[in-house]
């Protein structure tokens, strides 16, 4: 079992010489935003971590964008089923209304891959719906790796992370209006 702990090294990738907000959907059903940068103020942490924020999809040539933004603190990532080990094991059941996937979000810092921040939140079933529907249709597509990457730098050109967001699908991330984020783990916060 794999442990997360604010203070200690992030164990799921190295994050080191990164920047950015990376997404990954994976085989067991786990969805999770990792927020890299380096030399990260604890505004900036606060910012993913405490304040509601939003999530979105965009579907370019074939591959998803998830955007987000935390207060002024906004990115994008790329999400393609077809570069995991088993593409044909990732699966997005389906949710009912009031109910969906929960998204663990990680803030790393950089320069040390040490994670700064911890929280997690539940995605509307209408996101956690239009993705799966989304992986489906992508699964579906011819992959060619190398095209794949060659539109995910020219949305990335094209479009800045602002616009992405508001050209997606979004849906507001987060709790309910005054209470707190889950798994927040604020008095172990470096």
């Not at 509307?124 to 990457?149: D, I």
Request: net charge negative; charged share 25%.
């Amino acid at each position: 079992m794999v442990e997360f702990t604010v203070g200690k090294e992030f164990p799921l990738a190295d994050c080191r010489g990164k920047e950015g907000f990376f997404f990954d959907y994976d085989e067991g059903g786990t969805a999770t935003l990792t927020v890299a940068f380096p030399h990260l103020k604890p505004l900036e942490r606060d910012l993913v971590c405490l304040e509601h924020g939003y999530i979105g999809l965009f579907m370019y040539q074939g591959i998803i964008f998830v955007s987000a933004k935390f207060g002024r603190l906004d990115g994008d990532c790329a999400y393609i089923v077809h570069l995991h080990d088993h593409p044909e094991q990732i699966a997005v059941r389906k949710f009912e209304k009031g109910t969906g996937l929960p998204l663990h979000i990680f803030v790393v810092e950089s320069t040390t891959n040490i994670i700064q921040g911890i929280r997690t939140c539940g995605l509307s079933s209408q996101w956690t719906n239009e993705f799966g529907r989304m992986v489906e249709e992508q699964r579906r597509l011819p992959f060619n790796k190398e095209q794949c990457f060659q539109s995910v730098a020219e949305c990335q050109q094209r479009w800045t992370s602002k616009d992405l967001l508001r050209m997606s699908t979004k849906y507001k991330l987060g709790t309910k209006e005054g209470e707190t984020p889950l798994n927040m783990f604020r008095e172990t916060m470096i």
